[in-house]
């Protein structure tokens, strides 16, 4: 849930940031995305 929030945060820089700002915010969202993934498959099914 928190991977979800922090991902929904660095979309919202990049849209109030503007084109400089997506040079950082996009491999931080790559980041995080990557390094949710592995708890994401833990789940109960």
Not at 19 to 28: E, G, N, Q, S
């Amino acid at each position: 849930m928190i991977w979800a929030i922090v991902l929904v945060v660095l979309g919202v820089a990049a849209l109030y940031g503007g084109a400089k700002w997506l040079a950082i915010l996009v491999p931080a969202a790559a980041l995080v995305w990557y390094s949710a993934s592995p708890m994401l498959r833990k789940g109960r099914n």
